[in-house]
């Protein structure tokens, strides 16, 4: 069945208490608005438009970075109420015939089965108007649903519109709506703005419709159906969605330990027989192939980890890759521009930044490894540091394959070490080390015999002399 969509994005939503606009406050990783536009859209609807108003700029920019050639904009220059949104929204719409899907920008967890829902009623009822109502516990801000005695719906009352014994229904509007277009575009002509708010009402359109042939209703699951009108329903909005998403992700494969800890953004990508642990962060474009093993407290974003590689605990990373079998952590922290080779491993209070890490390659304990070109099967000790910055400029270290890199060593950038070569430990090496070669920069040692008891005393007499 061929049907158009609109959603109403003009409002302030000035609960919110925010700079930005109400429906580009994110959830999971997408604005608010994304969600009900790509539900939308993926219950087939044919042409799309958002409604904007306040924002207007802002919206139409994330719209199409998201929907590029696939949503239209109405304007709607002052907010007069959603019945008059409504009516700015149809003149964008191109299709005379057939049926108008409407919505609320605010309302994230709609999907496209909640469409799909309200698209089979139409195919059973022949009523103007087709609308989903919801039960909700706490029925606040929601408008009321008024039925008759035989219980067909007579009209939507507006909280404010309420009498006392009205404001105790529970039944309300979630608002969404099916109507037939050529009786709305009529419909929102003759609204009137006799209420509490003085605003053109789009639930007006309802008693019009009930009026004239009916408005056909179907209950659904207010887990579906929640509004955000302050920062509460926003992070309530926002748990049902990880929730929702880590269930999803579990149905196709992905062991998760603890589907209410876990955080994974919309736009996350886990291979089957991959596992994540409690409390793990998953933002952005993150691409978690299968068997990769992502241990507890672990946060990435935009880092694509590949086949069995282990991330071990609190491990830190962002916009890199993680190639197979590698290891991570715990605490490791890879920053952007990072890759790290197959097999390779990068251990406790190991920092990177915009360094390749070659295939197998070992940077197990405590080591700064910023702008570096390492090698395949490059071994670093411990307390390594790539001195990358000279207060002006960065700069790269390379060691080639096989290098081998002894404890407390440091590398002033730009500097290049040469395949197989070895640097001894606590060497500062400022000179390219030539392939093969052996470097060490050290201070010789001096051993005294004896001498150790000729020190303290004398360190205990300095002692005795400053008291
Ligand atoms: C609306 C419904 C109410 C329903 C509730 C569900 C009306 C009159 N009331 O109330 O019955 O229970 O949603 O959440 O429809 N908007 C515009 N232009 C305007 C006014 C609003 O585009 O001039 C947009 C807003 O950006 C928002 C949506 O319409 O996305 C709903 O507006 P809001 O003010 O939140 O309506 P509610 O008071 O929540
Ligand atoms: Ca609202």
């Known amino acids: 069945?061929?049907?158009?969509?609109?959603?109403?994005?003009?409002?302030?939503?000035?609960?919110?208490?925010?700079?930005?606009?109400?429906?580009?406050?994110?959830?999971?990783?997408?604005?608010?608005?994304?969600?009900?536009?790509?539900?939308?859209?993926?219950?087939?609807?044919?042409?799309?438009?958002?409604?904007?108003?306040?924002?207007?700029?802002?919206?139409?920019?994330?719209?199409?970075?998201?929907?590029?050639?696939?949503?239209?904009?109405?304007?709607?220059?002052?907010?007069?109420?959603?019945?008059?949104?409504?009516?700015?929204?149809?003149?964008?719409?191109?299709?005379?015939?057939?049926?108008?899907?409407?919505?609320?920008?605010?309302?994230?967890?709609?999907?496209?089965?909640?469409?799909?829902?309200l698209l089979s009623l139409t195919q059973t009822s022949p009523a103007l108007l087709h609308m989903l109502t919801t039960w909700a516990d706490s029925a606040t801000g929601y408008g009321r649903i008024i039925r008759d005695a035989s219980a067909s719906v007579l009209e939507v009352k507006e909280e404010r519109d309420c009498t006392e014994v009205e404001t105790a229904i529970r039944e309300v509007n979630p608002g969404v709506y099916m109507v037939d277009l050529p009786f709305i575009r009529k419909a929102v002509g003759n609204l009137e703005s006799n209420n509490a708010q003085r605003e053109l009402l789009l639930t007006d359109v309802v008693k019009v419709a009930a009026k004239q042939g009916g408005v056909a209703t179907q209950t659904w699951d207010f887990a579906e159906l929640q509004g955000v009108n302050d920062r509460r329903d926003l992070a309530a909005c926002e748990m049902r969605m990880l929730r929702r998403i880590a269930e999803n992700h579990a149905l196709r494969g992905v062991t998760i330990r603890d589907l209410d800890s876990v955080y994974i953004d919309h736009e996350v990508h886990i291979e089957a027989d991959a596992t994540l642990q409690n409390a793990v962060v998953l933002r952005g474009a993150c691409q978690i192939k299968r068997g990769a093993f992502i241990d507890v407290g672990c946060v990435l974003e935009d880092v694509q980890v590949g086949e069995n590689a282990y991330l071990k605990p609190y491990t830190v990373a962002t916009q890199s890759r993680i190639g197979q079998e590698a290891q991570l952590g715990p605490f490791a922290h890879v920053r952007p521009r990072s890759t790290i080779g197959r097999r390779a491993q990068i251990g406790n209070f190991v920092e990177l930044k915009s360094t390749q890490v070659g295939e197998g390659s070992k940077a197990n304990h405590l080591s700064y490894l910023g702008d570096g070109d390492i090698g395949d099967h490059v071994n670093i000790g411990a307390g390594t540091i790539f001195c990358n910055y000279d207060g002006t400029h960065k700069h790269r270290t390379v060691l080639e394959e096989g290098v081998f890199v002894?404890?407390?060593?440091?590398?002033?950038?730009?500097?290049?070490?040469?395949?197989?070569?070895?640097?001894?430990?606590?060497?500062?090496?400022?000179?390219?080390?030539?392939?093969?070669?052996?470097?060490?920069?050290?201070?010789?040692?001096?051993?005294?015999?004896?001498?150790?008891?000729?020190l303290r005393k004398r360190l205990r007499r300095t002692k005795a002399d400053d008291r």
């Not at 997408?30 to 108003?53: D, S």
């Not at 090496?429 to 392939?435: F, M």
């Not at 470097?439 to 001498?451: D, E």
Request: proline share 6%.
């Open 406 to 454: 002894g404890s407390d060593s440091q590398f002033v950038a730009p500097i290049k070490v040469g395949k197989n070569a070895y640097v001894g430990t606590a060497t500062t090496v400022t000179v390219d080390v030539p392939e093969g070669a052996l470097a060490i920069g050290r201070v010789r040692q001096v051993n005294k015999p004896g001498y150790a008891a000729e």
């Open 1 to 117: 069945m061929t049907f158009c969509g609109m959603i109403l994005a003009a409002g302030k939503g000035t609960r919110m208490k925010s700079e930005l606009p109400k429906v580009l406050h994110p959830i999971a990783g997408r604005p608010l608005l994304f969600y009900p536009v790509h539900a939308l859209l993926e219950a087939g609807a044919q042409e799309v438009v958002v409604v904007v108003g306040h924002g207007k700029d802002r919206i139409e920019q994330m719209l199409a970075t998201y929907f590029p050639d696939r949503v239209v904009t109405a304007f709607q220059p002052e907010q007069r109420g959603t019945g008059h949104a409504v009516a700015c929204g149809l003149a964008k719409v191109t299709h005379t015939q057939g049926e108008l899907a409407l919505a609320y920008g605010d309302m994230p967890l709609l999907s496209a089965s909640t469409f799909q829902g």
